[in-house]
């Protein structure tokens, strides 16, 4: 019988043993990424500072941003999308949870790049990753005709 006092874990196996689409997947999702964190949570209190929890478990634990994504908008999603139906729970659980991972994830990716463009090659230094044209103080002066 379900209820709003089943835990994440006890809700989960109730809609997996329902006619559920691509549950390879999700059973994966659900074992490795989110049931670790708030399987024993009551599904009623489930809310967005948990799914923070999730995703920020899964980044320290080096999932790629796709299975990051899959993961808490594939499966979570609809697990809570199936809860609503079924009339347990209600509101939004996911407010804020992608934008977050997705730009905290491009942001550090870029501070790297820069770091490592900088480091590597000189000439991508000011960040614009366009070469920059060397100073006239700075290059070798080229000799007149006289010189040769």
Known sequence: MLSPDMTVRE???AWLARAVPDATARRAHLQHGILPVVGDVRLRELSPAHVVAIRDVMLTQGYAMNTLSNAL????SALWTAAK??????GRLLLGARPTARR???RQHATVTRSLS???V???ADGTGRRRRASTSL???VPSRRDR
């Open 118 to 120: 900088a480091a590597v």
């Open 104 to 106: 905290a994830a491009r």
């Open 73 to 76: 908008h594939g499966t979570l």
């Open 11 to 13: 809700y989960a196996d």
């Open 122 to 124: 000189p000439g991508h």
């Open 85 to 90: 139906k079924d009339g347990l729970v209600s």
């Open 139 to 141: 290059a070798r002066p």
